[in-house]
């Protein structure tokens, strides 16, 4: 991502002083986005292709479809950051990739957070207005509505298009990162448009893109408990289960990322303007490392998510993925709408 290259406004090429042990640390990251390229590609094209085109088309499956391919694209943006972490940040791949690039990781990012947060706000209203959602939780209503967090994740991802660019240093060394020299006639006006576009777009990161997305899935999970312990419903539902596991994987492996990004964001122009060597500089590279590595966990959490997950074999794989994706058949059967009352028929339909 192009905030791993911290380039002084005045191109000078002089990298900051890597402290003991970050050597180390930068080879672990590049072990990990190693692992999260190749599990990544494959698992999520395998829940892509279990999703997409062998599972009947549901609102569940086709939410964890677009997080797929949200991961996929993800994915398939790692080896270009993995060259780059190489050559200490260094990009030889031109300016085209370097937008584009920075631009689809920044894309999938928010969408992926989002998608999650839809996630859970539909199984919100399943568990607390259940006749309303049999009636209207359609899937063409969930493919008007999936749009939204693909449109916003755009739009949040407009700064990138715009200042992210190649930068060539005094060294001849070219860097993927924020350009603002065609944006003031000074450098006091220069330096004050850079500082504005990284503070708010940390701030749109932080918020928007982590802060609010979490807080609404966590709403919804206090929700759904309160829902299912005056209930006194306390069986496991294996589509909740799997949001579960998706939820927490996604906030162990982002918030270290976003909580660094947010102190560069306070430290913008000492880091960014002045060229200052600080440990969040250092932080970077490893906890986006980490960050990454969330992209190629969901097609694993799907399969071990599932019931009896060890006695099933590699070659059963797209069955144990159709069982983790799909929606419980009980929802539409007349015998389990007869025994249950429709907020239990939803709750053990998750």
Known sequence: METNFSMPLNGSGEGPHE??????????????????????????????????????????????????????????????????????DQWPFGWFLCKLVNGVADINLFGSVFLIAFI?????????????AQNHRTVSLAKKVIIGPWIVALVLTLQVFIFVKTVT???????????FRSWGNTMDEM??????VLTVRGIIRFIIGFSMPMSIVAICYGLIAAKMYKNVMIKSNRTLRVLTAVVAS?????????????????????????GQDTIITHLINPTSSLAF?????????????????????????????????????????????????????????M
């Open 19 to 88: 402290p003991p042990g970050y050597a180390v640390v930068n080879i672990l990251s590049l072990v990990v986005l190693g692992v999260t390229f190749v599990l990544g590609i494959l698992g999520n094209g395998l829940v892509i292709w279990v999703a997409g085109f062998r599972m009947a088309r549901t609102v569940t499956t086709l939410f964890y479809l677009n997080l797929a391919i949200a991961d996929f694209s993800f994915s398939a943006s790692v080896p270009f950051i993995f060259v780059s972490m190489v050559m200490e």
């Open 120 to 132: 859970a706000l539909d199984r919100c209203i399943c568990v607390l207005h259940p006749v309303w």
């Open 169 to 179: 240093d005094v060294d001849g060394n070219t860097y993927c990162t924020f350009n």
């Open 191 to 196: 330096v004050k448009v850079a500082i504005t």
């Open 250 to 274: 996604f906030f162990l492996c982002w918030f270290p990322y976003q909580l660094v990004a947010l102190l560069d964001t306070v430290w913008v122009k000492e880091i960014y303007i002045e």
């Open 293 to 349: 590595f969330n992209s190629c966990l969901n097609p694993i959490l799907y399969v071990f998510m599932g019931r009896d997950f060890r006695k099933r074999l590699i070659h059963s794989l797209p069955a144990s993925l159709e069982k983790a994706l799909s929606e419980d058949s009980a929802q539409t059967t007349n015998t389990t709408t007869k025994s249950s009352s429709p907020s239990e028929v939803q709750l053990q339909a």
